[in-house]
């Protein structure tokens, strides 16, 4: 892709932190080069604005910063990586559709839930090119981009965003396991992995940054912003399916509720139904022009708390001590 300059204010400010940072008119790619880098993941990663980014991803979320431009319609589910991105994409999609689609012939059953909702900053996610700008509205897009560089204009025309997020021992026993498993030759222990967590020192992170860039714009605007968790789903995924509907635009009807439409589409996208399926086994998910992982990388064990079978219950009361610190006043708790 043509390098192309970033055109921006000289200075902007970061919601999420105190932060100021200085943007500068450069082509991306010499502006990314130009960021403090700290080595430690897979990647080193490159700061920018107070997160830490891959440093082709950031190139990306720059251009989409500047291009992206935003629909009234649009919906936009944004994560953080490993929070349950593959399965929100499933549940919104299956939602948002379930007037086209029965769940007999579901295009789940043949095709992943990443191919299905294309990703605004990672070119061509899914097997087959996907433009974003020639869907057709409404839009179902994902974005794992902090609410302080989602394009400014998905606020001002009033784009919906569904933000999930997971407890972040959880998200890191995942995020681990995803690097050592994704990235040939990575081979990163817990302890590492656990201290530069806890400094803020991860993809996308700081964790809890992230997660409170999104849960104070749901709280200002919560017409517009959802705040989902993991847990939640999981502890009642029958009810999300009902308040993801309506959030959505397309609430449940009486009919539908009396046929247990929720239910089946509880199960369609339920960890075990959809790890049964051989499109989740094999084959792989294109994540970029020349980045490929393989389908059943986004599947491990869907669980919640399976960070006590990785983690010390003091490395456990560490993070949470840290997250507490970090969230308090802002009403967000894990
Ligand atoms: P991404 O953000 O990199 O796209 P994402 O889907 O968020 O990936 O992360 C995968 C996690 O979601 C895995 O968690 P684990 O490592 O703790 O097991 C994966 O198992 C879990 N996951 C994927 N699909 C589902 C699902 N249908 N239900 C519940 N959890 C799921």
Redesign the pocket.
């Known amino acids: 892709m043509a390098a192309q300059p970033i055109v921006a204010p000289s200075m902007i400010s970061d919601p999420e932190s105190s932060t100021i940072q200085e943007e500068y008119v450069l082509p991306p790619k010499d502006f990314v080069a130009a960021l403090p880098v700290r080595e430690g993941w897979s990647e080193p990663l490159v700061q920018y604005n107070n997160y830490w980014f891959r440093p082709r991803l950031l190139e990306r979320i720059l251009l989409v910063k500047q291009d992206f431009v935003p629909r009234a319609d649009d919906i936009i589910l944004a994560?953080?990586?490993?929070?349950?991105?593959?399965?929100i994409?499933?549940l919104a999609f299956t939602i948002t559709n379930r007037s086209c689609y029965g769940f007999g012939d579901h295009p789940l059953l043949t095709r992943h839930?990443?191919h299905v909702v294309p990703f605004i900053e990672i070119p061509a996610a899914g097997l087959i090119h996907t433009d974003i700008h020639t869907l057709s509205s409404p839009r179902l897009l994902a974005t794992?981009v902090p609410m302080s560089l989602l394009p400014p204009d998905t606020r001002s025309v009033g784009c919906r965003v569904v933000y999930l997020c997971r407890d972040p021992k959880?998200a890191l026993?995942?995020r681990l396991?995803?690097e050592n498993k994704a990235f040939q030759g990575t081979n990163l222990s817990m302890d590492s992995a656990f201290s530069m967590f806890c400094e803020g020192f991860s993809p996308y992170g700081p964790f809890w940054d992230h997660c409170l860039g999104y849960w104070r714009e749901s709280v200002t605007r919560p017409d517009s912003v959802l705040f989902l968790k993991?847990e939640e789903?999981?502890s009642d995924p029958v009810n999300t399916v009902r308040k993801l509907a309506k959030f959505l635009g397309v609430p449940l009807t009486e009919e539908e509720e009396r046929s247990g439409v929720a239910q089946e589409v509880v199960r369609l996208?339920?960890?075990e139904a959809?790890?049964n399926l051989q499109v989740n086994q094999v084959g792989r998910v294109r994540l970029g022009d020349n980045i490929f992982m393989s389908n059943s990388v986004?599947?491990?064990?869907?669980?919640v708390g399976?960070w006590a079978n990785h983690m010390s219950h003091e490395m456990g009361d560490k993070l949470d001590r840290i997250v507490q610190q970090k969230l308090e006043g802002s009403g967000l708790v894990f």
């Open positions: 994560t953080q990586p490993k929070c349950g991105t593959t399965w994409k499933a839930p990443q794992h959880d026993v995942s396991h995803f993991y789903i999981k996208c339920s960890f959809l790890t986004f599947y491990r064990k869907g669980e399976d």
